[in-house]
């Protein structure tokens, strides 16, 4: 590695419900990647799971500006790593070493990507990566369990219950008809429905009626067997992004979500072009500012992150603060609260990709 550039694998797609999403990161972390330093190969992980390497100089991507169409380009060739093998990528069709990674940033969100799985690909592989390991990944993923191991630490979180889709009915429409009555008398309306392990606001509902609750436990349980029934929270919608370099695990000044939907959904996030305004840094007091941060950071280090994270928070009218959720590999396209937030901190985003990747690398050499 000392004369040549660190090959740094793109990996983006892949199998859940925000795959979308994650190509519209990666193409604007190749975008910004310093290819001075970098030599990038970018892997596709199509929705059935199987990885594919596109040609240098063809395009990556089919409709890239169209974030509910955007697309891997079809015909690239079929790869995988190796358990052993150095970060090897291997054609699976004719046996021949395509590349050779020096470090991984699997741009990946939600199930099989953002969960632990990928990231215990990559290490049996023997190749560094960006970001969370297998355990903070899926303990970051799971809500139920975050909530549990904040909550333990001491870290305010929403109320919540756990409810996991029971075979003795015939349906979830039948298990919400026959629940509805105990979740309406214990949180009261509205409430709040969420699949466990879902991102990007994908199967959550907010309920205020029986009718809406048979809707969102179907929804729910079509993404997770395990869904969160949770307090509705009044307040403002704010993320703090957590970097770790040189050492310290730095928090950035918050930012602001005010969506103008019922509340954040997958279609103010990513369709509606009008469907959020973000405001950075918050509008928040000195005292604010001062917990989100400090909250950011001990959510980071409860739930085993490394590398990068955004908390989310709720700040109530009575100025109380509640984290909502982490996510360990936040959204990266051009218009999401994380670079932006270090953007406005003087971390212009093709700097953050680098630090990003040279942490990883030395974590790399540190494990070697
Ligand atoms: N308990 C709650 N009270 C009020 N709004 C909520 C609550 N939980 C979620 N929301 C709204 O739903 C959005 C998505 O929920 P979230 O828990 O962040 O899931 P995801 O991982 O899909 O982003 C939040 O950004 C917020 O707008
Ligand atoms: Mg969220």
């Not at 917990?291 to 001990?298: D, E, I, P, W």
């Not at 994270?309 to 009575?318: E, K, L, S």
Request: aromatic letters at 8%.
């Amino acid at each position: 590695m000392k004369n040549k550039k660190p090959v740094v694998g793109i990996l983006a797609g892949g199998q859940s419900a925000e795959h979308e999403v994650s190509l519209q990161s990666a193409k604007n972390v190749l975008d910004a990647l310093d290819k001075a330093r970098y030599e990038p190969v970018f892997i596709g992980i199509q929705k059935t799971g199987r990885w594919s390497m596109q040609q240098r100089g063809l395009a990556q991507f089919l409709h890239e500006d169209d974030p509910s169409r955007i697309a891997l380009a079809p015909g690239g060739a079929p790869v995988t790593l190796a358990p052993g093998r150095g970060g090897r990528l291997f054609n699976l069709e004719t046996g021949r070493e395509e590349a050779s990674l020096d470090v991984v940033f699997p741009i990946l969100h939600g199930p099989f990507g953002e969960d632990g799985t990928v990231q215990g690909l990559l290490k049996l592989a023997g190749v560094p990566f960006v970001g969370a390991g297998v355990l903070g990944s899926a303990v970051g993923m799971d809500k139920a369990i975050a909530k549990q191991l904040l909550r333990a630490a001491g870290v305010p979180v929403a109320g919540w219950v756990e409810l996991r889709a029971d075979p003795s009915y015939k349906s979830a429409v039948e298990q919400a008809r026959a629940v509805y009555k105990i979740y309406e008398e214990v949180f009261g309306l509205p409430f709040f429905v969420k699949p466990a392990n879902m991102g990007s606001s994908v199967g959550v509902s907010k309920v205020h009626s029986k009718t809406e609750f048979v809707t969102a436990l179907k929804q729910a349980f079509a993404f997770d067997q395990k869904v969160i029934i949770e307090d509705y929270i009044e307040g403002r919608e704010i993320e703090c992004a957590v970097l770790e370099w040189n050492n310290k695990v730095l928090a950035s000044p918050p930012g602001e979500i005010r969506s103008r939907h019922e509340f954040y959904s997958y279609e103010a996030k990513y369709l509606d072009e009008k469907g959020a305004e973000l405001l950075i840094p918050a509008a928040l007091d000195q005292d604010t500012v001062r917990t989100v941060k400090s909250l950011a950071r001990k959510t980071f280090s409860v739930l085993c992150c490394e590398g990068l994270a955004r908390v989310d928070f709720f700040v109530r009218p009575d100025g109380g603060v509640l984290v909502n959720e982490i996510n360990t590999m936040p959204g990266f396209t051009r218009i999401s609260m994380y670079p932006k937030l270090w953007e406005r901190s003087g971390v212009p985003y093709p700097r953050l990709i680098s630090r990003l990747i040279s942490r990883a690398l030395e974590r790399g050499d540190i494990l070697s």
